[in-house]
Every structure is written in C-alpha cells, then in structure tokens.
C-alpha cells in the first residue's frame, strides 16, 4: 500500500466542486439560451452566408425531421435535434432536447437568469480556487512547464500500452498537467470573456474585445466551441478518474487525501 | 411567417404549468429571489459606459429584422398612421415640471442624432441599422424631470395577444447616454408600422427587448413598483432581466 498524501485543501475541494457544479448548470442553460437562435455564424452581425452551425427542423415526405448542418454538411438529428423533446411530454422544433435544457421545456428568460447566475458562482470558485490552490503550493504541481514538453509524447505512449513505464514525474504526470493548464489557464478564462463579449453593456465598456474575437456573432460561436471542448475534456476527466482508482480519485477531491500509486511522485 | 419572441414566451408559460412543483419552486420560489439577484449585480459590475461601436454604412442590413409583438392594428393606431402620423403627440409626463405633447416636427426639430449601431437581440441574433432623432435626454429636459424623478418609463401602442399592453423603462442615468434615442428614422426613411413607426426608443447598450416600439407616451416615474407587474416592462414581468446590458 503506498503513502497517504494530503492533496487538495479544503478551499481547492469545495471550489473544485463547486464549479462543477456551475459548469453543468451553464452548460444545461447555455443550450436554452442557443435554442433561442440556434445557429452560429463567424461573423459580426447575423449573417447566413457565414453560417458555421445551424439546428432546425424540416418536413420530409410530410413527416417532420431534425437537421443539423454544419459547414453546409446537413445529417438527419430527428428526435435528437432539430426536432425532438420538448420537455412537456411531447416533440417539437427546438435545437438541443428539453431532456437536455435547463429550465427543461423552451424558456429564454429563466434560462439567462440560470446561466448568469451560475456564471457568477464559476466566476467566484475559479478565482478563490486560483489563490487557495497558488498559497498551497498546487498550482506549482500542476502548471506546464516547458521541462515537461520532452515527457508528453512518451507519457502518451505509456497510456497506449506502447511504453512499459511513465516518464518519472512529480505529483501529476505530463499529460495531467498538459490538461490541467488548458482548462484552468485557457478555456475558464476564454468562456467568461467570450460570455462577456456578447454582453452589449460590456460590448460598449470594452469594445476591441469583441473586435478581436471576430465580431459579436463570431464571439458566440467561440463561446460555444469552448463549450463543447471543455465537454470533451469533461468526458475524458471522468474516464480517467474512473480508470486510474476511482475511490482513491473521489476520497482526494472529498476529504484531501490521496494514496500514492506506484509511478506517483510528489512535487512539481 | 415571422418568428416572435411572444410565441417563445407563450410556450414558456405552458412550460411552467407542464413541468409542475420542481420548476416552480425553483423559478417562482425562494430562489427565484436568488436567480432575480444577478441584475442588480450585473448592473453594478457592466453599468452604462463606454460607447457602442459606430458601424460604416456599408454594414446596414437594408431589411432590418422585425421582431417583438404584432405591429398594432387597433382603430386608434391605424388613424394614426393613415394620417401619416401628423396627429400623433408624443406625451412626457409624470414627475415633470413642465409636461410635453410633442408633435413629430417638434421631435425632428429639437435634434437629431444619426447612428449606425448594432442591434443585439436577447434570442441571440444581431443585425445593424442606421437610427436618426434626438437623444431622449433632450427630450425629457424640456419636460423638466422634478428632483424625485428616477425612472423613465415607456408606454407603447402595442399589446400582446392577451391584451396586456407593452412597457419598458430605464433609470434617468441609461436615459442620459448620448446615444440613447428616440428613433424616427430607420435606414434614412422615416419608421415604417412594423419597426415601430413614428417613434421608439433605441438604446444599443442593451438588449432589444429595452428598445420600445411605437411609444405613446413617456413617464417620469420615482418608482417603478405598482406599475403592471412591477417588473419595469412587459418581459421583465416575465423573468427576463431589467439589466439588460448583458
């Protein structure tokens, strides 16, 4: 049995989460909010010739169908976009299903206010978390550094079963900290700006942003691109913390403590 | 056929009565007054500054899109725009010292401000227009707002297809942003019925929902409780924020 380490404080557990619960919420009413509009473009105003996304509904041999069309590409989504659940029992025109919406059944207002809010709640835990975790000396282990380049591709092999052994590494191996640094320096900070770029109060206050971001439209579609990343880093996160000791995963991020496996280092 | 944010809202409010207790004890309960907060927060944190960005003319889209509730069509408005609104007095009142009527050749003549702004509607779509008239802070000074005067709240032609009639309001610190203003020309012709005609207020660091179509009348208000469902406007007594710069 390996070493009891102390890793994660109780300000870095409870704002970890905290946000994930923000995040879901947002994520729930984000797709409410895009129902209202369910297209995106790159572009600063509305604009169909620059079409990146868009979800509707059509009818077919006089039966109603889903369609999804990305880059011009249409697929057939019928009752999963486009037309699908409506979240009072029955199937309508609407982008993302009720199932999959927060509040469920078609509701813009209560949907921003969702979203707002819990925009708040990630704003606050991400910055708490960002000093908690700096005093403590965890950021430390697991920001990137440019000593960890050489051992990501070697790391990689190791998780294909193409390497007998994990480069050594400190408390997060490579990748972990490859991952880490993305998510918390990048996409947490790229969602609330591209968030706050389609606020047109904000939009006034501070106008190159939405400029650099390609325009208010192109600022949406960011947004949404980063959604969807940030989910596909979510599933690989949960894979992970399933695969690699889930009860030893979960009684870290609960109480602090954490069981060193054998490769597990300590340290930046 | 057109796409109405109302249809949306309609469908909200079945949604409620569908979705039962959960939904409404979380939207309508006690933490609706949590989910209400952020307003006030967000007004706080983004506020009125700055200046929305002036777009070049090549920008315009030359069909601005129609959105909001059904262009009015009772007896009253229709006399109005038959007479080519020359009928029409935009009334200022309230807590004014000096209360208005005012003809639209006395609105074009007491100012004019031409804007190509953007126009960002709460669904999520943008689209740009020319707007020209005079900045309502012109307008509510000649009506001389009184010291208690907070609010200014807009009464428009147009109801809903319950009857209940449109409002919006913003506080006198929105009001006075040089580039909020009363709108009688979009895309250098007067309004037509459909984009508000003869004046509505366009106000582009808010959302749409803010920008009042065919506005009858212009209260001077200190509060805005007690007025229809005490919200500031017909779809923030709806849930959608008095905020609405984000």
Do not use: E, I, N, Y
């Given at each position: 049995m390996g070493k009891l380490v102390y890793r994660h404080g109780i300000a870095e557990r409870t704002t970890h989460w905290l946000w994930a619960l923000a995040l879901l919420v947002l994520f729930m009413?984000?797709?409410q909010i895009f129902n209202a509009a369910p297209y995106l473009d790159a572009s600063?105003?509305?604009?169909?010739?620059?079409?990146?996304?868009?979800?509707g509904a059509a009818t077919v041999d006089g039966q109603p169908v889903g369609i999804v069309t990305v880059f011009g590409h249409a697929v057939r989504t019928?009752?999963?976009?486009?037309?699908?659940?409506?979240?009072?029992g029955f199937e309508s025109a609407r982008a993302f299903p009720g199932w999959l919406t927060l509040p469920g059944p078609q509701d813009l207002a209560d949907?921003?206010?969702w979203h707002l809010l819990f925009a708040w709640v990630l704003v606050i835990a991400y910055g708490v978390y960002l000093i908690a975790a700096g005093r403590r000396g965890t950021l430390r282990e697991f920001v990137l550094r440019p000593s960890d380049l050489p051992k990501l591709w070697p790391m990689q092999l190791y998780y294909l079963r193409l390497r007998p052994e994990p480069p050594p590494h400190g408390t997060y191996n490579p990748l972990q900290k490859a991952a880490y640094t993305v998510v918390l320096f990048g996409f947490f900070p790229l969602l609330i700006i591209t968030g706050l770029a389609l606020s047109p109060g904000f939009d006034a206050a501070v106008p190159w942003l939405t400029v650099v971001l390609g325009g208010r439209q192109f600022a949406r579609l960011w947004h949404f691109v980063l959604m969807v990343l940030l989910l596909g880093y979510f599933g690989t996160h949960l894979i992970l913390v399933v695969s690699t000791g889930f009860w030893n995963n979960m009684r870290s991020m609960i109480t602090g403590w954490y069981r060193l496996k054998e490769h597990d280092g300590v340290g930046p | 056929m057109k796409r109405r944010l109302f249809v949306a809202s309609s469908l909200a409010s079945l949604g409620l009565s569908g979705?039962?207790?959960i939904k409404e004890a979380l939207t309508n309960g006690p933490f609706g007054h949590v989910l209400a907060s952020t307003d006030r927060l967000n007004r706080a944190v983004i506020d009125t500054h700055g200046m929305a960005r002036l777009y070049p003319d090549s920008a315009i889209d030359r069909s601005f899109r129609v959105n909001g509730l059904d262009t009015p069509s009772d007896a009253a408005y229709t006399r109005l725009a038959g007479g080519g609104f020359a009928d029409y007095r935009l009334i200022v009142d309230g807590l004014a010292d000096r209360p208005q009527r005012l003809s639209l050749a006395e609105l074009r003549a007491s100012g004019s401000l031409a804007q190509t702004t953007r126009h960002d509607c709460v669904e999520g779509w943008s689209a740009i227009g020319k707007w020209n008239g005079p900045r309502l802070s012109t307008v509510l000074a000649m009506a001389q707002p009184k010291a208690s005067a907070r609010y200014c709240v807009f009464h428009c032609f147009d109801r809903d297809a319950a009857g209940q009639p449109y409002y919006e309001s913003l506080d006198l610190h929105q009001a006075a942003h040089p580039q909020t203003v009363l709108a009688l020309d979009l895309n250098d012709a007067p309004l037509d019925p459909d984009h508000g005609a003869p004046v509505r207020l366009r106000i582009p660091t808010q959302l749409g929902y803010k920008s009042a179509k065919w506005i009858s009348r212009i209260e001077l208000a200190a509060t805005l409780d007690g007025l229809y469902g005490g919200g500031g406007g017909y779809w923030e007594d709806q849930n959608y924020d008095w905020y609405a710069g984000i």
């Open positions: 009413s984000g797709l600063d105003k509305s604009d169909p010739q620059r079409r990146v996304l868009a979800m019928t009752h999963l976009f486009g037309f699908t659940d409506d979240g009072m949907g921003r206010r | 979705c039962g207790p």
